[in-house]
């Protein structure tokens, strides 16, 4: 059932406070009771009950995210073959080209990163594994559209919209879906600045043997550090490579 008449109201007053702390390195009970508009008293009583659990660390008179949070990340990622198969793989794209290589996975019509690891000297951008962005801003997003099923895309779009992360976002339903369909033509997603201003990436699928998608490969880099040919011919077929032979791992899984 999804029945907001079953939801815990103070379990929900829990994660937002969580929610709260993320976005910031350490908080205060008045300052994060002033962000959520809730009673000190009430954000004091869940910090302390999360202390003591040891999910939120004290520091004086600021509060943060303890580090028994990895746990649960490293183990729900874990669960992933794709995760275990796919982490060289990027690690290998990454060392070859010099550049950003991430894994990605879609939840709940988010793009989220599994993993990232970088080569050379690239210069990295905000995204870690566990970074949630909208799928329409990367070429890894774009990829993972396009591999599902139509309706899904189309409950993506009325939940979540098309928002501009910058100037060169496709924010055009008509214009997003006709480029989805050219991904699946060519087998790969180009991205030129949608996420992050001047920031270039190429994505490639990787499926199950039933032709469902599980995940997408990607590499990223400055616009200036990857030549047109280099971006739109040599990089796709060497991610399609790493792609394919992902794939091929997971039938032995």
Same mark, same amino acid.
């Given at each position: ?76 990622r874990g669960v992933l073959d794709v995760y ?83 100037? @060169? $976002? !496709?924010? %055009? +339903?008509?214009?997003? *879906? &006709? /480029?989805? @369909? $050219? !991904?699946? %033509? +060519?087998?790969?997603? *180009? &991205? /030129?600045? @949608?996420? !992050? ?6 994505? &490639? ?49």
């Amino acid at each position: 059932m999804d029945n907001s008449a079953n939801r815990v109201s103070t379990t929900g007053k829990t994660f937002e406070i969580l929610e709260a702390l993320k976005g910031r390195e350490a908080g205060r009970i008045t300052d994060l009771a002033a962000d959520l508009d809730l009673n000190k008293s009430v954000v004091y009583n869940h910090l302390m009950t999360l202390r003591d659990a040891g999910y939120v660390v004290k520091d004086g008179d600021t509060y943060r995210l303890g580090l028994k949070f990895l746990d649960f990340g490293s183990n729900a990622r874990g669960v992933l073959d794709v995760y275990d198969v796919g982490k060289p793989k990027v690690n290998q794209l990454a060392d070859e080209i010099g550049v950003v290589s991430s894994l990605m996975v879609e939840e709940r019509g988010e793009g989220v990163y599994l993993y990232r690891t970088r080569g050379g000297q690239t210069i990295e951008h905000q995204a870690h594994a566990g970074y949630r962005t909208p799928l329409h801003t990367t070429a890894s997003g774009k990829v993972l559209l396009a591999y599902m099923d139509d309706e899904r895309v189309e409950s993506i779009i009325d939940e979540r919209g098309l928002p501009a992360a910058t100037p @060169e $976002t !496709v924010t %055009d +339903r008509d214009e997003l *879906l &006709a /480029e989805l @369909e $050219t !991904v699946r %033509d +060519r087998g790969y997603a *180009l &991205a /030129e600045g @949608e996420n !992050v201003a001047g920031l270039r990436a190429v994505a &490639a699928p990787i499926q199950s043997q039933r032709g469902d998608i599980l995940g997408a490969i990607s590499v990223s880099a400055q616009a200036n550090q990857i030549s047109d040919d280099h971006f739109e011919n040599e990089i796709p077929n060497v991610i399609r490579n790493a792609t394919n032979a992902i794939e091929l791992d997971l039938k032995s899984w």
